[in-house]
């Protein structure tokens, strides 16, 4: 996961009313609910819909990792990894979404691999 230094665009609320960094985190808060939410209504500040589309992807891949565990589960005598997989799965998102928060927070951009590339290309259309 690597950290893209300091924000593009600092200057401003944007669509929403908020500081920039104020909304940054709280694109964060409900992953692809209130990312969705900041898509919708951010128009101008690239920062803002990083991580509001960062937020939305990091809520689709929790989302879609559970289904995979789920199935896993049903498995005969492999079910049990699918507990060792729910818990690696849930501390592993806690500990990024936390990042995510502080660091959005502070006014960085912080790259998740894979969703992050993603979040940056959607940003800028």
């Known amino acids: 996961m690597e950290q893209q230094g300091q924000p593009q665009n600092t200057g401003g609320s944007g669509g929403t009313g908020l500081a920039p960094n104020v909304a940054s985190l709280l694109c964060y808060l409900c992953t692809w609910v209130t990312g969705l939410i900041f ?13 509001a589309w960062q937020a939305l992807f990091l809520g689709i891949a929790v989302f879609a990792a559970y289904i995979v565990i789920m199935v896993i589960g049903f498995i005969p005598y492999v079910g049990m990894i699918a507990i060792v997989l729910n818990l690696v799965v849930w501390v592993g998102f806690l500990v990024v979404w936390i990042m995510a928060m502080v660091k959005a927070y502070q006014g960085q951009r912080w790259v998740i691999p894979v969703i992050g590339p993603m979040a940056e290309q959607q940003a800028n259309k």
């Open 39 to 51: 898509i919708l209504i951010e128009k101008d500040n690239k920062d803002v819909k990083f991580h």
